[in-house]
Every structure is written in C-alpha cells, then in structure tokens.
C-alpha cells in the first residue's frame, strides 16, 4: 500500500472548495481514496450530524466503492 504524501497548506488552499467533505467550511478534503476515508473516520469521531451526512454523500459521490461499514457486519 503506497503512503499518502502529507498535505502542505500550499496544496490544501489549491484545492477548489469541491474537493472536500464540508465546503463552506473547507473541511475534510477528500482529494484521494485515502483522505476520503478518514474524513468519513474523523467526522464519525468529532462532526456534527449535518457534517457526517454531508461527508458521507460527497464521499459516496465521489468515490461509490467507499462505504462506511462497520467490521464484523
């Protein structure tokens, strides 16, 4: 599995506001498979109800093999 570069502030402002998971906030990009799985983790762990509807449909938008099941299911 190839590792993620980091995400330097220079390419984080580069990113139109579509590239992520809450735009009008610019929160949890979702550039890469990889991003956009852990945005669906973090806005599980710390996003508002609105904010995990709206990262969970733009992640399924962008990326339909992404779900968001739990293990063991």
Known sequence: ??????????????????AFGVPSKRKYPLDTKGRAR??????????????????????KRKYPSITNRKKGR
Do not use: I
Not at 38 to 59: C, D, I, M
């Open 38 to 59: 852990n945005a669906l983790a973090r806005v599980a762990q710390h996003g508002t109800s609105s904010e995990k509807a709206q990262v969970r449909k733009a992640v």
């Open 1 to 18: 599995m190839a590792k993620s570069s980091k995400m330097t502030t220079r390419k984080r402002k580069s990113l139109p506001k579509s």
